[in-house]
């Protein structure tokens, strides 16, 4: 065998490259984990990007997957430093008569505010919250007969369906719009088929781990998997920018932590043809524009409910949402977009100087977009909370060209890796018996771009590396 620098090497420091790195040196494999920036952490940043003493999260804020992750669930990340807070509701949503909709830790609680509706949440959210431990590892995962084949058919069969479909068993606008609000984190058309697996599981995550903020920001989940990961042997090279493969230390393994567009301009020479033309086939989807803010106080809320949330979904009934979402797909800027928020400092008092608040929110726009959201974003913050302008000390905003430009696997401003629809929910980034395989022996992908996509969960990272094992190992 042929002596190499090291066994495997893994460009790109987000969650997924942490953990294929972890996983593979837990397996006695020589690791070297590379980053292009000076500070590790894809979409884990955090940073001041306002005024001193606001911490800010750069892209990830909330984590309803982190806890659900098998993977992470194994390594006792606590013992380097992590900390998770729960806030008191997980997710909130207002609507413009003052009334709201809550997803609190209790299914019972939820589903009790949700009026007539109660008996049909117990029934399709209650058996997912009860398996989703066991299940997420199936959920969680490429393609492959389910352990769990009985629990993950019947969860399937209802997560490929639309969530304009699932919608219709409904009977309060409150539901509903809850219901909206979550499967909108799919970033693609409520009409269209796997959008009611995103809302599936973020309901049933709320009620079975919450929906958890890190202590001192999303950066402290990059900082402790990195901890582990040397504390294990690993080897971290930072303001190292792959362009090619000369550039790299001799290995026997090379998994990329990037999405199909930079893959093909640092190794597409050695694809095939096939391979190759798959890759440049592979579809992004929606942008975001991001906006962080600095406030004087807390947002001045109509429903009081709201500052008890982690979470805050701005964008009405199923509706007025749908149809947000169905206008960005088609390559328009709405009036009134569908806006997440989340205020972490009402609940982490390291984000903040005393008696001083951050606020993180983004929206959805056209992949590419330039356009300057702020304005509408900020009347929808307006609407369900008057005077919150006045509270404003400072902004700093990216539209999807800017987002690219900081993290090139958010290409367009897609923060999915790509579209999730049903034609690359398990096929991404390319139809092929192992999604993680190149067309190049010793040449891997373990990004959001492969099975199970976006998400804070690192299970990408950790199937990449269970292949590479198998394969040369």
């Not at 058309?189 to 599936?200: Q, R, Y």
């Not at 500052?307 to 979904?313: D, E, F, K, M």
Request: charge should be positive; charged fraction near 15%; glycine fraction near 10%.
């Amino acid at each position: 065998m042929v002596k190499t620098d090291f066994d495997a090497i893994i460009v790109g420091s987000g969650p997924n490259g942490l953990s294929a790195a972890i996983a593979l040196q837990q397996a006695g494999v020589s690791v070297l984990l590379i980053e292009a920036k000076e500070t590790i952490g894809g979409g884990l940043r955090s940073a001041e990007l306002t005024l001193p003493g606001f911490i800010h999260d750069i892209c990830s804020a909330i984590h309803p997957l982190a806890l659900a992750s098998p993977f992470f669930r194994t390594l006792h990340l606590d013992k380097y430093g992590l900390e998770f807070i729960q806030p008191t509701v997980a997710a909130a949503h207002p609507f413009d008569n003052g009334s709201i909709a809550l997803l609190n830790k209790s299914i019972e609680e939820t589903a009790s505010g949700l009026g007539n509706d109660k008996a049909i949440y117990l029934k399709l959210i209650g058996p997912l919250t009860k398996q989703l431990p066991l299940l997420a590892s199936d959920i969680l995962a490429p393609l492959s007969v389910p352990q769990n084949f009985f629990a993950y058919t019947n969860f399937g069969l209802k997560a490929l369906l639309p969530a304009s479909i699932l919608a219709k068993l409904f009977s309060t606008e409150a539901t509903k719009g809850l219901w909206a609000g979550m499967s909108a984190h799919s970033i693609l058309p409520l009409n269209s088929f796997t959008t009611s697996a995103i809302g599936l599981v973020l309901l049933a995550a709320g009620h079975t781990f919450g929906w958890p903020i890190p202590k001192g920001g999303s950066q402290q989940i990059a900082n402790a998997l990195a901890a582990y990961f040397q504390a294990i042997g690993g080897k971290i090279e930072t303001n190292f920018y792959v362009k090619s493969l000369q550039q790299l230390p001799s290995s026997r393994a090379i998994l990329f932590d990037i999405t199909p567009k930079q893959l093909l301009q640092i190794a597409g020479h050695t694809f095939s043809s096939f391979y190759e033309w798959q890759l440049q086939k592979y579809r992004y989807g929606m942008g975001v524009f991001k906006i962080d803010w600095a406030l004087a106080e807390a947002v001045p809320f109509k429903a009081k409910e709201n500052l008890l949330a982690g979470t805050v979904h701005l964008g009405g009934s199923f509706k007025e949402i749908a149809l947000s979402e169905q206008q960005v797909w088609r390559g328009h800027h709405p009036e009134t977009p569908f806006v997440l928020l989340a205020q972490q400092s009402l609940f982490d008092s390291t984000r903040a100087p005393i008696g001083k608040h951050t606020l993180w929110g983004y929206c959805h726009v056209p992949a590419n977009s330039t356009k300057d959201m702020t304005f509408a974003i900020e009347k929808q913050i307006e609407r369900f909370a008057p005077g919150f302008r006045e509270r404003i000390l400072a902004r700093h905003t990216m539209n999807s060209n800017q987002l690219e430009e900081y993290n090139p696997n958010y290409v367009g401003g897609d923060i999915n890796g790509g579209v999730m629809d049903v034609r690359q929910l398990f096929t991404r980034p390319a139809l092929r018996w192992s999604p993680y395989r190149t067309s190049t022996k010793g040449l891997y992908i373990c990004s959001s771009s492969t099975p199970p996509g976006g998400g804070v969960h690192g299970m990408c990272g950790y199937h990449a590396a269970q292949r590479v094992l198998k394969d040369l190992f």
